[in-house]
């Protein structure tokens, strides 16, 4: 499945921006689908998931209680809404897909990726 990833930009700390992930085939409801990011000078790490039926959600610690991840199969989307955004979570943001019926957070675990959208928070 091919993902096109948008939304990103430049937001005062405490605000909010909602990341887009659009899925290009009719399987899209098929696929668990996971959003990460990567700061300058880091590993991508995990952010969030969401399985295939939209029954379960994944979250890394530092993003509980801020991020949801929710995903519209009829216009084949998900999103990232992030609320309460801070410094720390400026990087670029990429959605990736798993043709799977369980949600993962390792990397080598997606087999398609969009590409990045940047997301700045600033101070």
């Known amino acids: 499945v091919q993902l096109q990833a948008s939304g990103g930009g430049l937001v005062q700390a405490g605000g909010s921006l909602r990341l887009s992930c659009a899925g290009s085939?009719?399987?899209?409801?098929?696929?668990?689908l996971g959003w990460f990011r990567q700061a300058p000078g880091k590993e991508r790490e995990f952010v969030a998931a969401?399985?295939?039926?939209?029954?379960?959600?994944s979250y890394t610690d530092a993003v509980k209680g801020r991020f949801t991840v929710p995903r519209d199969d009829a216009e084949k989307v998900m999103y990232l809404q992030m609320n309460s955004l801070e410094p720390e979570d400026t990087a670029g943001y990429y959605c990736a897909a798993d043709y799977s019926s369980v949600i993962e957070d390792r990397i080598n675990e997606y087999d398609s990726w969009g590409q990045g959208t940047q997301v700045t928070v600033s101070s």
């Open positions: 969401i399985s295939w039926n939209g029954g379960m959600t």
């Open positions: 085939e009719r399987t899209f409801s098929n696929y668990a």
